[in-house]
């Protein structure tokens, strides 16, 4: 009996021992979604705090949304599998797409983008319509001080 209570017990530590393995290899790695981080700047390479960021699923369409941080990170975490375009925008700067974002699972993928100023024209010109200005004449008949009325320039 005590042979039969040893081999019991022998199992069970065998078992325990498997199940814990497991749990930490599944811990370290063996998940089926990954994390997408990024870091966008501008073309001088200053961080860019508050830019939005999202990322959509190519093959689901499903969206996620970001915004950096004070120091121009964002972190979208537990994406499925597949390719993702990533649009990023802040106001006075051009959106950034980037169309082919590739994710596997269990691995974190990253991506690092730079917006460009928005260019506004140099010269500023605009036609306006022939006589769309141009006020209507009439006379005010102010009073003048002897007693005339005379028309009032406009």
């Known amino acids: 009996m005590n042979r039969s209570l040893s081999r019991l017990a ?4 065998l078992a325990t021992a498997l199940a814990m393995s497991s749990a930490a290899a599944y811990a370290q790695g063996g998940g089926t979604t990954a994390p997408l981080t990024g870091l966008i700047s501008d073309r001088t390479g200053a961080v860019l705090p508050g830019a939005d960021v999202l990322v959509r699923n190519n093959a689901t369409s499903a969206q996620f949304q970001a915004v950096t941080d004070a120091n121009g990170r964002f972190v979208v975490p537990a994406l499925n599998p597949g390719t993702y375009t990533v649009t990023v925008s802040l106001q006075g ?3 950034l797409v980037l169309p082919d974002v590739s994710l596997t699972a269990s691995t974190p993928a990253s991506v690092k983008a730079t917006l460009e100023l928005e260019t ?5 010109s605009w036609r306006v319509p022939p006589n769309s200005c141009r006020r209507r004449r009439q006379p005010c008949n102010r009073r003048s001080s002897s007693g ?3 028309s009032c320039p406009s």
């Open 93 to 95: 700067f051009k959106t």
């Open 10 to 13: 022998s199992t069970a530590i």
């Open 148 to 150: 005339r009325s005379s």
């Open 120 to 124: 506004w024209p140099r010269r500023l």
